[in-house]
Every structure is written in C-alpha cells, then in structure tokens.
C-alpha cells in the first residue's frame, strides 16, 4: 500500500500541540522566569535559535525544535521557549535559590535583547500562606486569594523585588505534583500576558500628541479650503492634504501591529484568569479583579487610539475625495467659460467674415463692371444699346457670378 502525502504542516501542528506539556513539581520549589523582546523586529530572537540548542546539548532538527528546548544544569530544570515576538526561559530549583541570573543556561545569549518582564513564583507545601511571606508585600495592593477551587493559595502585589522581578507566594499543601504544574504554568502564563498587553499602552499616550497635531493640521487645512477661491488655492491644500495623510498612513503602519497584539494578548490574558477560580481570602483582592482594573482600562485606551487613528485617516480620505471634486468642479467651470468665450469669438468672427465677404462682393464686382465699361464703351457703336443699358443688364450678372465664385472658393478652403 503506497503511503500517504503528508501535509506541510502536519508535523508543526503535532509538535505544537505538544510544545509546552505540565511538568509534576514538589514543593518547596522556587521558579523564575526571564522574557526578552527583538530590539530589531525578530532578527535577534532568531540568532538565539542556534546558540540556546548549543546551550541545551539539543540537535537542531526536528519541527518543534526552535519552539522549545528544555534540560537540567546544575540541579536546576532549565525551558527555553520561542513565542512569535518573543522568548522566554525559566528555570526551577530549591527554594533557597537566591540566585537570580545563574551561569551556564544561556543567560549570556539575551543580552542583546530587550528584558521585558521577570518573575518568581515560590511554592510551598504548606495549606496557607504563611504571615512572614504575606508581610513582603505591599498592603496596598496585595492580591491574596484562594485558587482552583480553594486547591491552593496564591498572593502576590505586583510590585519589583531588589531583583527585578515581580514575586508570587503559592501555598499548594491541597494540591498534587501535576496540578501544582498547572498552577505554575497559569501564573507564568498571566504574567506573560499582562506584560505583553499592556506593553501597547505607554505606545498609546505617545501618540496622544501626535494624533492631535494631526486633527490640528487638518482642522486648519480644511479651513484654508473654505476660504480659498481659486484652483491654486485648492491645488496648494490638496498637496497638504497628501502629505498629512502619507504621515498618518505612516503612524498606522508602524503601531497597527502593536495595537492588534494588545488586543490579542488581553483577549488571552481573560481567558487565563478565568482559569483561576479565584476566591478572594480576608479584606484582600483576587489577581483577576486586580489586573482587571488595571488592564480594562489601558485595552480600551488601546483601543481608542486605534479608532482615533482609524476616523482620522477615514476624514482626511473624504476630504482628499472632497477637494479633488471641488478642484475637477472649478477647472470644469473654468474650461466652460473658456469655451463660451471662444464660442463668441467664432461668431463675431463668422460676423465679421461674411462682412468681409460682403464688401469683397461688392469691391470686385465695382471693379468687373468698370473693366467692362470699357469693353462695352467699344461695342456700343455697333450694337443697338447704349453703354449703360448694358452695364445695367450686366451687373446683376456680375454680382451673382462673383458671389457664388467666392462661396465656391470658401467651401473648397473649408475642405
């Protein structure tokens, strides 16, 4: 039986659908993790590919390799992990690790990058928070509460140690070694995601100013548009119009992304917080409604700077739209004046030309008759009519024939 013809992606899609699996852990146990972001859009986070595998001991072959790498170096369980902008490595060890940049896992090769969150979670076996690790947090905005249907405790206030890194306090006493993994993985994942979304915000205030000076602009182009008159007038706003809508288009292309990775990250972060189950311990918060009220609000600024951007493209296209009509509308009117005049000058000239038509009638039939004259002053001896009998039947004869000589002659000139 011939094989089949496997599909391109078949084996990436098998190898993500396993990339990231629960790992059981024992408590006490202490967990950290780093995530660094691509200084250059993504050239760095792909140079580490080679370098961490070297790190890991790993071949690099197989279609999940570059996704995930994992190993142990002294005594520490070290994962690797390539998201789409960028990656993270976390480490576990006992709980007395005070280490926070360890030797030999690779930390040497993100250097280059820029660090974009840190985190320690430390679980302990007991059922409940003991009162001495509750009291290194901030009271003010400690978010202590039970998890996974009061299966563990969690606490943390969000705030940065002498580290560097935001700190979470885990009592998983209830909890088994595999469901203590998914603890670990959520609260990783939470943190992850918080950061990631709400890296858009500080982008969105930066553009407050910016956006404005642009509506500015436009308010002050339109204004010129309305009291000029003529079709340079309009032709000089239109090429501002162009050249404040090239620089808006540019704002867009460098932030649409961000703006839409805030989106998707929020949409993931609510997801994973719902996962919690969180009951809320004493007078203290849960994480949920705490990042919730943080967050919401930076998403929706998020958002509102998208569709100020968005509306503001869409008003300087109308009037681009609006401008070239009234432009196309002027020259039209203009073309119609023009061809008015040309159409009155026509007939003053056709007036004029059957005028001359008319003297010229009546010049070279003058001049016929007394050319004529002369030639019937000779024949009038001889015939029975004087000169001016003749000159009397005569000159309607001559009037006719020059006449239609000479419109014979514009007829052939008109051909």
């Not at 197989?62 to 002294?74: H, I, Y």
């Not at 642009?214 to 008159?229: C, F, P, S, T, W």
């Not at 705490?290 to 609000?297: D, E, H, M, T, V």
């Given at each position: 039986m011939a094989e089949w013809r496997?599909?391109?992606?078949?084996?990436?899609?098998d190898a993500e659908t396993h990339a990231r699996p629960v790992l059981p852990m024992t408590p006490p146990i202490r967990i950290r993790r780093l995530a660094f972001m691509s200084a250059d859009g993504g050239a760095d986070l792909r140079a580490l590919h080679a370098g961490m595998a070297e790190v890991a001991g790993a071949a690099q072959e197989?279609?999940?390799?570059?996704?995930?790498?994992?190993?142990?170096?002294?005594g520490r369980q070290v994962t690797w992990e390539l998201h789409n902008e960028f990656a993270t490595l976390t480490?576990?060890?006992?709980?007395?690790?005070?280490?926070?940049?360890?030797?030999?896992?690779?930390?040497?090769?993100?250097?280059?990058?820029?660090?974009?969150?840190?985190?320690?979670?430390?679980?302990?076996?007991?059922?409940?928070?003991?009162?001495?690790a509750l009291s290194g947090f901030?009271?003010?905005?400690?978010?202590?509460?039970?998890?996974?249907?009061?299966?563990?405790?969690?606490?943390?206030?969000?705030?940065?140690?002498?580290?560097?890194?935001?700190?979470?306090?885990?009592?998983?006493?209830?909890?088994?070694?595999?469901?203590?993994?998914?603890?670990?993985?959520?609260l990783l994942e939470i943190e992850t995601y918080r950061t990631m979304a709400l890296i858009g915000l500080p982008l969105a205030r930066e553009l407050s100013g910016r956006v404005s000076s642009?509506?500015?602009?436009?308010?002050?182009?339109?204004?010129?548009?309305?009291?000029?008159?003529t079709v340079e007038d309009h032709e000089v706003s239109l090429a501002a119009l162009h050249k404040l809508s090239v620089e808006i288009s540019r704002t867009v292309e460098a932030t649409s992304f961000r703006f839409a990775a805030t989106q998707a990250y929020g949409e993931v972060l609510e997801e994973r917080l719902s996962r919690l189950r969180e009951r809320a311990i004493g007078e203290f918060t849960t994480i949920e409604?705490?990042?919730?009220?943080?967050?919401?609000?930076a998403l929706a600024t998020c958002r509102a700077m998208?569709?100020?951007?968005?509306?503001?493209?869409?008003?300087?296209?109308?009037?681009?739209?609006?401008?070239?009509?009234?432009?196309?509308?002027?020259i039209q009117t203009q073309n119609r004046s023009v061809l008015d005049a040309i159409s009155q000058t026509g007939r003053s000239q056709y007036r004029l030309q059957l005028t001359v038509e008319g003297l010229s009638i009546i010049a070279i039939s003058y001049y016929a008759l007394g050319i004529l004259g002369y030639v019937f002053e000779g024949l009038h001896e001889m015939l029975p009519f004087s000169k001016g009998e003749m000159l009397a039947v005569a000159a309607p004869l001559v009037v006719l024939l020059v006449f239609f000589l000479i419109r014979r002659i514009r007829r052939g000139a008109g051909h």
């Open positions: 496997e599909h391109q992606y078949r084996r990436l899609i197989g279609p999940g390799w570059a996704r995930q790498l994992g190993f142990a170096r002294d480490w576990t060890g006992p709980v007395d690790d005070w280490d926070a940049r360890p030797a030999g896992i690779g930390l040497e090769l993100h250097e280059n990058l820029l660090l974009v969150f840190a985190t320690r979670i430390d679980v302990m076996p007991s059922e409940a928070i003991a009162p001495a901030n009271p003010l905005s400690l978010c202590y509460s039970s998890i996974f249907d009061d299966g563990a405790e969690a606490a943390t206030d969000f705030h940065l140690d002498a580290d560097g890194f935001t700190r979470f306090e885990v009592a998983a006493g209830r909890s088994g070694a595999l469901r203590i993994g998914v603890i670990v993985r959520r642009y509506e500015a602009q436009l308010a002050e182009i339109m204004q010129r548009v309305g009291e000029g008159d409604r705490f990042i919730n009220n943080r967050g919401q609000p998208e569709k100020r951007l968005a509306a503001l493209t869409q008003k300087v296209q109308r009037s681009i739209e609006l401008l070239d009509a009234r432009i196309t509308l002027s």
